[in-house]
Protein backbone atom coordinates (compact mmCIF):
# COMPACT_ATOMS: atom_id res chain seq x y z
CA UNK A 1 0.00 0.00 0.00
CA UNK A 2 1.18 3.29 -0.93
CA UNK A 3 -0.53 5.90 1.42
CA UNK A 4 2.54 8.41 2.52
CA UNK A 5 0.62 11.34 3.14
CA UNK A 6 3.86 12.72 5.41
CA UNK A 7 5.88 13.03 1.69
CA UNK A 8 2.95 14.44 0.20
CA UNK A 9 2.61 16.91 2.41
CA UNK A 10 6.49 17.76 3.10
CA UNK A 11 6.62 19.15 -0.34
CA UNK A 12 4.04 21.78 1.46
CA UNK A 13 5.07 22.52 4.55
CA UNK A 14 7.77 21.79 7.41
CA UNK A 15 6.54 18.64 9.34
CA UNK A 16 7.34 19.03 13.13
CA UNK A 17 6.87 15.51 15.34
CA UNK A 18 4.66 15.84 18.14
CA UNK A 19 5.75 13.40 21.14
CA UNK A 20 2.78 10.99 21.54
CA UNK A 21 4.78 8.95 24.71
CA UNK A 22 2.92 5.42 24.78
CA UNK A 23 0.14 6.38 22.46
CA UNK A 24 2.65 5.99 19.24
CA UNK A 25 2.25 2.12 19.78
CA UNK A 26 -1.16 0.39 20.59
CA UNK A 27 -1.50 -3.32 21.27
CA UNK A 28 -4.22 -5.60 21.72
CA UNK A 29 -6.51 -8.38 20.51
CA UNK A 30 -4.20 -8.94 17.74
CA UNK A 31 -4.01 -5.98 16.93
CA UNK A 32 -0.57 -3.29 16.75
CA UNK A 33 -1.09 0.29 15.98
CA UNK A 34 1.87 2.56 15.66
CA UNK A 35 0.90 6.26 15.50
CA UNK A 36 2.71 9.57 14.04
CA UNK A 37 1.69 13.39 14.99
CA UNK A 38 3.48 16.19 13.24
CA UNK A 39 2.55 19.64 13.22
CA UNK A 40 2.50 21.43 9.49
CA UNK A 41 3.95 24.74 10.45
CA UNK A 42 1.27 27.34 8.91
CA UNK A 43 -1.31 25.28 8.58
CA UNK A 44 -2.59 22.75 10.72
CA UNK A 45 -1.63 19.05 12.12
CA UNK A 46 -1.11 15.87 10.51
CA UNK A 47 -1.34 12.14 11.90
CA UNK A 48 -0.68 8.75 10.39
CA UNK A 49 -2.19 5.54 11.73
CA UNK A 50 -0.85 2.08 10.71
CA UNK A 51 -2.59 -0.80 11.60
CA UNK A 52 -1.74 -4.88 11.75
CA UNK A 53 -3.95 -7.63 12.61
CA UNK A 54 -5.41 -11.36 11.84
CA UNK A 55 -1.38 -12.47 11.84
CA UNK A 56 -0.77 -9.49 8.79
CA UNK A 57 -3.64 -10.69 7.02
CA UNK A 58 -5.36 -7.69 7.43
CA UNK A 59 -4.05 -4.15 7.14
CA UNK A 60 -4.76 -0.62 7.55
CA UNK A 61 -3.54 3.12 6.56
CA UNK A 62 -5.51 5.72 8.15
CA UNK A 63 -4.35 9.44 7.95
CA UNK A 64 -5.81 12.95 8.99
CA UNK A 65 -4.57 16.44 7.94
CA UNK A 66 -6.80 18.99 9.82
CA UNK A 67 -6.12 23.07 9.36
CA UNK A 68 -6.35 25.41 11.78
CA UNK A 69 -4.41 28.24 10.26
CA UNK A 70 -6.27 27.69 6.96
CA UNK A 71 -9.73 27.26 5.86
CA UNK A 72 -9.93 23.96 4.43
CA UNK A 73 -11.33 21.00 5.20
CA UNK A 74 -10.17 18.14 7.30
CA UNK A 75 -9.09 15.43 4.75
CA UNK A 76 -9.26 11.94 6.54
CA UNK A 77 -8.20 8.84 4.56
CA UNK A 78 -8.23 5.29 5.15
CA UNK A 79 -6.62 2.34 3.30
CA UNK A 80 -7.59 -1.14 4.12
CA UNK A 81 -6.49 -4.36 2.41
CA UNK A 82 -7.92 -7.64 3.80
CA UNK A 83 -8.74 -10.84 2.08
CA UNK A 84 -7.05 -9.33 -1.40
CA UNK A 85 -9.45 -6.62 -1.43
CA UNK A 86 -8.65 -3.03 -1.62
CA UNK A 87 -10.65 -0.44 -0.22
CA UNK A 88 -9.91 3.41 -0.10
CA UNK A 89 -11.94 5.70 1.62
CA UNK A 90 -10.97 9.63 1.09
CA UNK A 91 -13.30 12.24 3.37
CA UNK A 92 -13.14 15.81 2.74
CA UNK A 93 -14.82 16.60 5.87
CA UNK A 94 -16.30 19.96 6.17
CA UNK A 95 -14.83 22.01 8.77
CA UNK A 96 -14.55 25.41 7.05
CA UNK A 97 -15.83 28.42 8.82
CA UNK A 98 -16.85 29.88 5.46
CA UNK A 99 -18.63 27.80 2.43
CA UNK A 100 -16.19 26.77 -0.19
CA UNK A 101 -16.00 23.99 -2.98
CA UNK A 102 -12.90 22.31 -4.02
CA UNK A 103 -13.52 21.31 -7.54
CA UNK A 104 -9.84 20.38 -7.86
CA UNK A 105 -10.52 17.16 -6.15
CA UNK A 106 -13.79 16.97 -7.67
CA UNK A 107 -11.95 16.95 -10.86
CA UNK A 108 -9.30 13.95 -9.34
CA UNK A 109 -11.97 11.67 -8.57
CA UNK A 110 -13.86 11.92 -12.54
CA UNK A 111 -10.85 11.05 -13.83
CA UNK A 112 -10.91 7.81 -11.92
CA UNK A 113 -14.42 7.31 -12.79
CA UNK A 114 -13.99 3.63 -14.42
CA UNK A 115 -12.24 2.71 -10.76
CA UNK A 116 -14.88 0.45 -8.80
CA UNK A 117 -16.79 2.72 -5.98
CA UNK A 118 -19.39 1.77 -3.01
CA UNK A 119 -21.52 3.84 -0.92
CA UNK A 120 -20.25 3.96 2.78
CA UNK A 121 -23.42 3.16 5.52
CA UNK A 122 -24.40 6.41 6.42
CA UNK A 123 -23.56 7.50 9.66
CA UNK A 124 -23.97 10.57 11.75
CA UNK A 125 -20.42 12.32 10.27
CA UNK A 126 -22.31 11.42 6.55
CA UNK A 127 -23.71 14.83 6.46
CA UNK A 128 -20.45 16.39 6.62
CA UNK A 129 -19.06 15.56 3.64
CA UNK A 130 -17.64 17.79 0.63
CA UNK A 131 -18.77 16.36 -2.60
CA UNK A 132 -15.13 15.83 -3.38
CA UNK A 133 -15.16 12.90 -1.10
CA UNK A 134 -14.60 9.14 -2.90
CA UNK A 135 -14.79 5.49 -1.34
CA UNK A 136 -13.42 2.36 -3.39
CA UNK A 137 -13.46 -0.72 -3.26
CA UNK A 138 -12.31 -3.71 -5.80
CA UNK A 139 -9.89 -6.54 -5.62
CA UNK A 140 -6.36 -6.07 -7.70
CA UNK A 141 -6.80 -2.60 -8.11
CA UNK A 142 -3.74 -1.09 -6.16
CA UNK A 143 -1.55 0.40 -7.98
CA UNK A 144 -4.41 2.53 -9.55
CA UNK A 145 -5.53 3.36 -5.82
CA UNK A 146 -1.61 4.52 -5.49
CA UNK A 147 -1.77 6.69 -8.13
CA UNK A 148 -5.27 8.25 -7.19
CA UNK A 149 -4.39 8.87 -4.00
CA UNK A 150 -0.85 10.82 -4.82
CA UNK A 151 -2.67 12.70 -7.43
CA UNK A 152 -5.69 13.66 -4.86
CA UNK A 153 -3.61 14.35 -1.82
CA UNK A 154 -1.33 16.53 -4.13
CA UNK A 155 -4.40 18.62 -5.36
CA UNK A 156 -5.92 18.86 -1.75
CA UNK A 157 -2.67 20.82 -0.59
CA UNK A 158 -2.06 22.64 -3.26
CA UNK A 159 -5.93 23.90 -2.90
CA UNK A 160 -5.18 24.11 0.82
CA UNK A 161 -2.65 26.81 0.20
CA UNK A 162 -5.37 29.06 -1.62
CA UNK A 163 -7.20 28.90 1.00
CA UNK A 164 -7.78 32.13 3.58
CA UNK A 165 -6.20 32.40 6.62
CA UNK A 166 -8.68 32.19 10.09
CA UNK A 167 -7.96 32.75 13.80
CA UNK A 168 -6.44 28.86 14.80
CA UNK A 169 -8.45 28.98 17.82
CA UNK A 170 -11.77 29.39 15.97
CA UNK A 171 -10.97 26.92 13.54
CA UNK A 172 -10.39 24.31 16.10
CA UNK A 173 -13.81 24.73 17.74
CA UNK A 174 -15.09 23.99 14.65
CA UNK A 175 -12.90 20.82 13.80
CA UNK A 176 -13.85 19.51 16.99
CA UNK A 177 -17.18 18.61 15.82
CA UNK A 178 -15.37 15.65 14.11
CA UNK A 179 -13.55 13.87 16.75
CA UNK A 180 -16.24 15.07 19.60
CA UNK A 181 -18.76 13.55 17.62
CA UNK A 182 -17.06 10.22 17.33
CA UNK A 183 -16.39 9.72 20.61
CA UNK A 184 -19.78 10.15 21.67
CA UNK A 185 -21.90 8.75 18.89
CA UNK A 186 -19.69 6.26 17.94
CA UNK A 187 -17.08 5.06 15.05
CA UNK A 188 -15.41 2.15 13.86
CA UNK A 189 -11.53 3.26 15.01
CA UNK A 190 -12.93 5.17 17.91
CA UNK A 191 -14.64 1.90 19.39
CA UNK A 192 -11.76 -0.12 18.80
CA UNK A 193 -9.45 2.55 20.85
CA UNK A 194 -12.15 2.63 23.87
CA UNK A 195 -11.97 -1.54 23.92
CA UNK A 196 -8.28 -1.34 24.01
CA UNK A 197 -7.04 1.64 25.85
CA UNK A 198 -10.05 3.47 27.20
CA UNK A 199 -12.41 6.43 27.03
CA UNK A 200 -10.66 9.00 28.74
CA UNK A 201 -6.77 7.97 26.41
CA UNK A 202 -8.78 7.38 23.58
CA UNK A 203 -10.32 11.09 24.06
CA UNK A 204 -6.50 12.17 23.99
CA UNK A 205 -5.63 10.29 20.68
CA UNK A 206 -8.34 11.52 18.55
CA UNK A 207 -8.83 15.35 19.93
CA UNK A 208 -4.66 15.87 20.70
CA UNK A 209 -2.77 14.10 17.55
CA UNK A 210 -5.36 12.40 15.46
CA UNK A 211 -7.23 15.73 14.70
CA UNK A 212 -5.44 17.58 16.58
CA UNK A 213 -8.16 20.55 17.94
CA UNK A 214 -6.33 20.53 21.18
CA UNK A 215 -3.02 21.87 22.29
Known sequence: MDMDLKATAGKYFRLVPKDMGALSQIRGKG??????????????????????????????????????RLDGPILSTDRICADGEETLLLELIDTTLSER?????????NRYAGLPVFEPKKAWYSDLHLPGSAF???????????????????????????????D??????????????????????????KSLIGEEKTAEFMKKYMFCCEQ
Do not use: W
Open 101 to 109: RFPELEEVK
Open 31 to 68: MVFHAESYEAEGAGSMCLLHMEGMAGLMRMESAAFTPS
Open 136 to 166: YRGREIGKELDRLFREYSEAYFAALLRCPAC
Open 168 to 193: PAEKNRKNAVLPDGLLSKGGPAVDQF
